[in-house]
Structure formats: structure tokens, C-alpha cells
């Protein structure tokens, strides 16, 4: 715990950050570089022949909506309660990524359901929770939008943030609680994963790669958002100062 909140200094993780930036950013676009073609190389599925290739973005897109959410929550829990100096940054960072993983999830999902199910949607229990999460995403970062005091908005976000949790296990046991139209789980599984290693390697791959920019990108906004609470806190300094002057004379 000592060593965590280290490196909740703001000053520790810039120059840590910084190091570590560069390593990250070109082993997601290496992680990318590989994955991509192996996606193409991969065998077509016998049934749904070439548009299988939808999943090796969409699935690690869901992985991605999931992950980062569980972050935002993590990051909330470590606001609440601990006061952690850059678990509101993380969390805040976290939430426009989120969104984003998630809408590409959904379309993605409707492009590959037509031609599997004959329909680009339909209210299952697995469509619907992910569409819940988006919503979540977009409230999150709507509260933290209509919220003027930070401390207030980073603790209201912080509250919502951990609330829509409770959505993660639905969505990934959704398709085990209910007869749904949603395919059930082929990877993530406690007896192994059921899909053939020709195109697991691939979708292994493309999800490490989704994972390492995920990390790359929280990093940009984690170090944007700590620059600007600098320049906001020399702005208020300034003023302070220029006002007890003004005081004075």
C-alpha cells in the first residue's frame, strides 16, 4: 500500500509515466502490427465463413468496454475512500476510452449479427446490458461535465462510478442467467476456452493489442489532466497574489 501511494504523487507518475509512455505505445502498435494480419490469416469459420473476422475487433472491444469500466470503478473506490491523489484523473481518463470501446463493441456487434441472426439488434440480455453500460459511460462523464467544484463532481462521479459496477457480472454472465439470443461464452470460461487455437491466437493477440493501447491512451489523458491542474492551480496562485497586492497598496 506504501508503494502505491508512492507513486500517487503527481511528480512520481509524470516522470514515471514518461519512461514508461514510449515502451508502452510501441508494444501496442508492435502488438497491432502482428495481430492485424494474423486476424486475416486466420481460417474462416465453417459456418459463418469470412465475417467471422468481425470478431477479432469486436470481441476485444467488449473486453476493453468491461475493462475499463472496471477501472473507472477501482479507481472510484480508491477516491472514496483513501483519497487517492490520481484516482480521479484515472478514473475521468478512463471513461471517454470506455465509451469508446463500447460503441465500437455495439456496431460492430450489430454489423456482425445481421448476417448471423438476420437482424442488427434485438433486446437480449447481453445486447441490452452492454447498451446500459454506454449510457453508463455517458453519465459519468456528463456528471463530472455539469459538476463546476471538482472535489464535488470527483466524488459524485466517484459514487456513480461504483453503482454501475453492479452492470459488469450481468453482462458477462448474461448469456449463462438467460436463454439468450447472444452465443455463449467461448474464451472466458472456467473449463477452457472451446474456440479453435487457429483463431484464438489471433484474438489473443489483437486483445493484448487493444489492452496495451487502452494503457497508452489513459496515459496521454492521465498526464494532459495533471498539467492542466497545475496551470489551474498557478492560475488561482496568480490571482491569490495579485489580489493581497491590490489589498496591500
Not at 45 to 74: C, K, L, N, S
Not at 116 to 141: E, I, K, N, P, Q
Not at 236 to 241: I, L, P, Q, T
Request: hydrophobic share 60%.
Amino acid at each position: 500500500m506504501s508503494v502505491m501511494f508512492g507513486y500517487a504523487n503527481p511528480a512520481r507518475f509524470m516522470r514515471l509515466s514518461s519512461r514508461l509512455l514510449p515502451w508502452v505505445a510501441a508494444l501496442a502498435l508492435a502488438a497491432l502490427t502482428v495481430g492485424v494480419p494474423m486476424s486475416f490469416m486466420a481460417p474462416p469459420d465453417y459456418q459463418q465463413g469470412e465475417t467471422v473476422r468481425i470478431m477479432y475487433v469486436h470481441v476485444p472491444a467488449a473486453w476493453m468496454a468491461m475493462f475499463a469500466y472496471a477501472t473507472i470503478a477501482v479507481a472510484s473506490l480508491f477516491s472514496l475512500i483513501w483519497r487517492h491523489p490520481l484516482a480521479d484523473a484515472c478514473a475521468r481518463q478512463a471513461a471517454p476510452l470506455g465509451a469508446g470501446f463500447t460503441l465500437i463493441a455495439l456496431v460492430t456487434g450489430s454489423l456482425w449479427g445481421e448476417p448471423m441472426w438476420g437482424t442488427w439488434w434485438v433486446w437480449d440480455a447481453r445486447l441490452t446490458s452492454v447498451l446500459l453500460l454506454f449510457f453508463l459511460y455517458l453519465g459519468y462523464m456528463a456528471l463530472w461535465a455539469a459538476i463546476e467544484d471538482p472535489a464535488k463532481a470527483a466524488r459524485a462521479a466517484a459514487i456513480l462510478g461504483l453503482a454501475g459496477a453492479i452492470n459488469l457480472p450481468v453482462i458477462k454472465f448474461s448469456v449463462d442467467w438467460w436463454n439468450t439470443l447472444h452465443q455463449p461464452a467461448s474464451v472466458l470460461r472456467l473449463d477452457g476456452p472451446t474456440i479453435h487455437p487457429d483463431m484464438l491466437w489471433p484474438l489473443l493477440v489483437m486483445g493484448l493489442a487493444f489492452q496495451l493501447v487502452f494503457v497508452t491512451l489513459l496515459f496521454v489523458g492521465m498526464r494532459t489532466e495533471v498539467r492542466a491542474r497545475r496551470l489551474h492551480a498557478l492560475r488561482v496562485a496568480r490571482a491569490h497574489g495579485a489580489a493581497g497586492e491590490a489589498r496591500a497598496a
